[in-house]
């Protein structure tokens, strides 16, 4: 599993960084068209997808 090589499943397009979360115990991958966005938790090692298709 590699963060750098996410895409977006909707339209391919790469993940872009949104930013760190509170106390860079999460970091935020956004679809840069906003269909996705996918938070990975390090410390859990695990990762929360969401779909925002309309
Ligand atoms: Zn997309």
Not at 9 to 26: A, D, E, M, S, T
Not at 37 to 44: D, I, M, N, S, V
């Amino acid at each position: 599993m590699s963060l750098l090589t996410e895409k977006c499943p909707i339209c391919q397009k790469k993940l872009k960084n949104k930013g760190q979360g509170f106390f860079n115990l999460k970091t935020i991958k956004q679809c840069p068209d906003r269909h996705y966005e996918k938070e990975f938790h390090p410390a859990l090692e695990t990762y929360i997808e969401t779909y925002k298709v309309s």
